[in-house]
C-alpha cells in the first residue's frame, strides 16, 4: 500500500497526471514482487478539496495502463471529496496491490550470507520519493518535467527474468530511505551490504540536484541514485549489474 506523496503536486502543476497514475501502480506492484509474489490486482483512493473528473480520469488510466502491462487487474476504487480536509486545487492518489506466492517460492532475505552478490536495476530517475526536497528546489518557478517526473519503472519482468537464472535470495524496492536504508531492511542480522557507489551510471536528474546544492550524503539518504530495484544473489548472471556484495 502506497502514495504518489508529493510528486503529485507537481504533476498536476505539469499536466502529467497520467505519469503519476503510472507512478502508484508501478510503486504497489514493485513492493509485491519484493517478497517473490506475482501481483494479482490493484485498488486505487483518489481524495481531494473539489473532485475534478478529468484529473482522475487521467490518474486511472495511468495506473490503468501499467497493471495491463503487469498482468494486475485494476478492480475498483475510492473516490472522496473533502473539503476543508485537503488544500484547494490539490490532491491525493493511493493504491493497494494484492499478490501471491506460493510458500516455497516465498523471497524474504532469510538465506542471505556473506559473499552474495547485489545486483541493481536501473531507475528510470526519481521515480516517486525525495519531491518535498525536490518542490523546495523548485519552489513556484518553472521546472523540467521530462527531467523531475519520469515514471517510476516497473521491475516485473526483470524479476522474472532473473529468477529464472539465479537463485534469488532477497529483493529491496529502493523508495524512500536511498539504497542502503531499503536494502539493510530485507538482509538478517550480522550482514550488510559495501556499495560501489560508481558501478552504475545515475540519470541526469541526479546530477541537477548536485549542482543544487544536495550533498552526496543527501542524495544517498533520500534518493535512489538511478538502481530503482535491487537482488541479492550467490551469482550473478554475466550480463546483470553488480552493485555490491554481502559482508
Known amino acids: 500500500m502506497d502514495s504518489v506523496g508529493s510528486k503529485l503536486m507537481l504533476a498536476r502543476r505539469a499536466g502529467r497526471l497520467r505519469w503519476a497514475g503510472m507512478d502508484l501502480a508501478a510503486h504497489c506492484i514493485n513492493d509485491v514482487l519484493c517478497t517473490g509474489a506475482e501481483p494479482?490486482?490493484?485498488?486505487?483512493?483518489?481524495?481531494?478539496?473539489?473532485?475534478?473528473?478529468?484529473?482522475?480520469?487521467?490518474?486511472?488510466?495511468?495506473?490503468?495502463?501499467?497493471?495491463?502491462?503487469?498482468?494486475?487487474?485494476?478492480?475498483?476504487?475510492?473516490?472522496?471529496?473533502?473539503?476543508?480536509?485537503?488544500?484547494?486545487?490539490?490532491?491525493?492518489?493511493?493504491?493497494?496491490?494484492?499478490?501471491?506466492?506460493?510458500?516455497?517460492?516465498?523471497?524474504?532475505g532469510s538465506r542471505c550470507e556473506a559473499g552474495d552478490t547485489v545486483i541493481g536495476f536501473p531507475a528510470s530517475g526519481l521515480h516517486t520519493n525525495g519531491f518535498s526536497l525536490v518542490r523546495t528546489l523548485v519552489g513556484d518557478g518553472e521546472f523540467d518535467a521530462d527531467l523531475l517526473l519520469a515514471p517510476h519503472s516497473l521491475y516485473l519482468e526483470e524479476v522474472r527474468n532473473l529468477r529464472e537464472r539465479a537463485d534469488v535470495r532477497a529483493l529491496a524496492h529502493v523508495t524512500g530511505g536511498g539504497l542502503m536504508g531499503n536494502l539493510s531492511r530485507v538482509?538478517?542480522?550480522?550482514?550488510?551490504?559495501?556499495?560501489?557507489?560508481?558501478?552504475?551510471?545515475?540519470?541526469?536528474?541526479?546530477?541537477?540536484?548536485?549542482?543544487?546544492?544536495?550533498?552526496?550524503?543527501?542524495?544517498?539518504?533520500?534518493?535512489n541514485l538511478g538502481i530503482g530495484m535491487c537482488a541479492v544473489v550467490p551469482e550473478a548472471p554475466a550480463d546483470a549489474v553488480v552493485i555490491g556484495v554481502l559482508a
Not at 43 to 51: E, F, G, K
Open 40 to 108: 494479482l490486482f490493484l485498488l486505487d483512493y483518489v481524495a481531494a478539496n473539489r473532485i475534478d473528473e478529468a484529473q482522475v480520469a487521467e490518474l486511472v488510466e495511468g495506473a490503468a495502463e501499467v497493471c495491463r502491462t503487469a498482468g494486475c487487474v485494476l478492480i475498483g476504487g475510492e473516490t472522496a471529496e473533502l473539503p476543508g480536509v485537503y488544500q484547494e486545487f490539490e490532491l491525493d492518489f493511493a493504491g493497494a496491490c494484492v499478490g501471491l506466492v506460493e510458500r516455497d517460492r516465498l523471497i524474504d
Open 187 to 223: 538482509l538478517p542480522d550480522g550482514l550488510e551490504a559495501r556499495i560501489d557507489w560508481d558501478a552504475w551510471e545515475r540519470p541526469r536528474v541526479f546530477e541537477w540536484l548536485a549542482e543544487q546544492g544536495v550533498e552526496e550524503d543527501e542524495l544517498r539518504r533520500v534518493f
